[in-house]
Nanobody, 124 residues
Framework: QVQLIESGGGLVQAGGSLRLSCAVS????????MAWFRQAPEKEREIVASISRRGGSTFYADSVKGRFTISRDAKSTVNLQMNSLNLEDTAVYFCAARASGLLLYTTATDYDYWGQGTQVTVSS
């Protein structure tokens, strides 16, 4: 059974930073596309960032470009470094993994496995 376990969420003041991590167990995902999505109250789930199977290509939503960085290591862990956080970044953040593919994938339906989510709250 594949499991994605997120960590690193919490409460931070506007302008601060957080680092989210997603560890994959049950299967080696070092070679498959992964992504971070987020969902704020009463809003649809949206892509934050995605990374290709080898980490050579990345995608960022316009709202986080220049502030967030997605990365992956050889141990099937994907990280999301979030800097200059603002109130609009408050949401539950989800890690997602796709079982195959060579491209960047940016919609929720592209992904096969999901974590349980971690809350990020930015205060003024």
């Amino acid at each position: 059974q594949v499991q994605l376990i997120e960590s690193g969420g919490g409460l931070v003041q506007a302008g601060g930073s957080l680092r989210l991590s997603c560890a994959v167990s049950g299967r080696t995902f070092s070679g498959y596309p992964m992504a971070w999505f987020r969902q704020a109250p009463e809003k649809e789930r949206e892509i934050v960032a995605s990374i290709s199977r080898r980490g050579g290509s990345t995608f960022y939503a316009d709202s986080v470009k220049g502030r967030f960085t997605i990365s992956r290591d050889a141990k099937s862990t994907v990280n999301l470094q979030m800097n200059s956080l603002n109130l609009e970044d408050t949401a539950v953040y989800f890690c997602a993994a796709r079982a195959s593919g060579l491209l960047l994938y940016t919609t929720a339906t592209d992904y096969d496995y999901w974590g349980q989510g971690t809350q990020v709250t930015v205060s003024s």
